[in-house]
């Protein structure tokens, strides 16, 4: 069973748009859970790019999926 740290470190693997740095050590997620299969996060940022926002969430809901065992992401 996939861990809230294995979601992190998933998570670690996102880099904010134009940075080169990822959005867990920014501070941008919050809220880790797991239960069973289902994953799910908060990322919580600020920027005057609408665009930023729905990137990082296809991209980070793409890097979960990869973790063995989750099936779901919110």
């Known amino acids: 069973m996939a861990s809230t740290d294995d979601i992190q470190n998933a998570l670690r ?24 299969e289902r994953a799910s996060f908060t990322i919580q940022f600020q920027t005057e790019n609408p665009a930023v926002g729905p990137q990082l969430a296809r991209e980070a809901e793409a890097a979960v999926r990869k973790v063995p065992g989750i099936t779901s992401v919110d």
């Open 13 to 36: 693997e996102v880099k904010f748009p134009g940075l080169s740095r990822d959005i867990v050590s920014f501070g941008f997620v919050r809220d880790v859970r797991v239960e069973g």
